[in-house]
Antibody
Framework: EVQLVESGGGLVKPGGSLRLSCAASGFTFSSYSMNWVRQAPGKGLEWVSS????????YYADSVKGRFTISRDNAKNSLYLQMNSLRAEDTAVYYCARERENGDYDYWGQGTLVTVSS | SYVLTQPPSVSVAPGKTARITCGGNNIGSKSVHWYQQKPGQAPVLVIY???DRPSGIPERFSGSNSGNTATLTISRVEAGDEADYYC???????????FGGGTKLTVL
């Protein structure tokens, strides 16, 4: 059974940093691109970042470029999101999602809440 | 950047057909994917590659894509279909994934 479990969310002050993790199991992690998608309270889905299977290709939404860094450790079946210079508008539930070759997301984690507030 | 436009809300009576649109410039040239999200839950893929259904998704869910509009159609709507629905594409010109703003489906 495919499982994606996010962790690392919490309350952080504006300007602070946080590192999210996503532990994957039930599939060959190293064969898939992985993504972070977020959802602000009461709002829609917003793509944040994606990383290819071997980390060769990395993309960011304009809203986080230069502040967030996506990475993965295929030996540990884990995906990460390092978030620096956090802003109030980064407050959201952050989901990790498995991306297929079609470009769709067939599996999602349950999400982890990040709250940026003083 | 590429923009996907969805109606904020669609209402339908049980047993009827709901159609949720997703507009984008020449979206017919892209692969469109659809997600269902119920309150407090992660999104679930219901249609991929314009019109394919993942295993476990009822045949009542179908999709089409042509010109500047993609459409998610839900036939014989049930109370359990009430949810938010999002379309999504990969924009190769910007190397960005793009989501529509979402449509809240209300079953009357």
């Amino acid at each position: 059974e495919v499982q994606l479990v996010e962790s690392g969310g919490g309350l952080v002050k504006p300007g602070g940093s946080l590192r999210l993790s996503c532990a994957a199991s039930g599939f060959t992690f190293s064969s898939y691109s992985m993504n972070w998608v977020r959802q602000a309270p009461g709002k829609g889905l917003e793509w944040v970042s994606s990383i290819s299977s071997s980390s060769s290709y990395i993309y960011y939404a304009d809203s986080v470029k230069g502040r967030f860094t996506i990475s993965r450790d295929n030996a540990k079946n884990s995906l990460y999101l390092q978030m620096n210079s956090l802003r109030a508008e980064d407050t959201a539930v952050y989901y990790c999602a498995r991306e297929r070759e079609n470009g769709d997301y067939d599996y999602w984690g349950q999400g982890t809440l990040v709250t940026v507030s003083s | 950047s590429y923009v996907l436009t969805q109606p904020p809300s669609v209402s339908v009576a049980p047993g009827k057909t709901a159609r949720i649109t997703c507009g984008g410039n020449n979206i017919g040239s892209k692969s469109v994917h659809w997600y269902q999200q119920k309150p407090g839950q992660a999104p679930v893929l219901v249609i991929y590659y314009d019109s394919d259904r993942p295993s476990g998704i009822p045949e009542r869910f179908s999709g089409s894509n042509s010109g500047n509009t993609a459409t998610l159609t839900i036939s014989r709507v049930e109370a359990g279909d009430e949810a938010d629905y999002y379309c999504q594409v990969w924009d190769s010109s910007s190397d960005h994934q793009v989501f529509g703003g979402g449509t809240k489906l209300t079953v009357l």
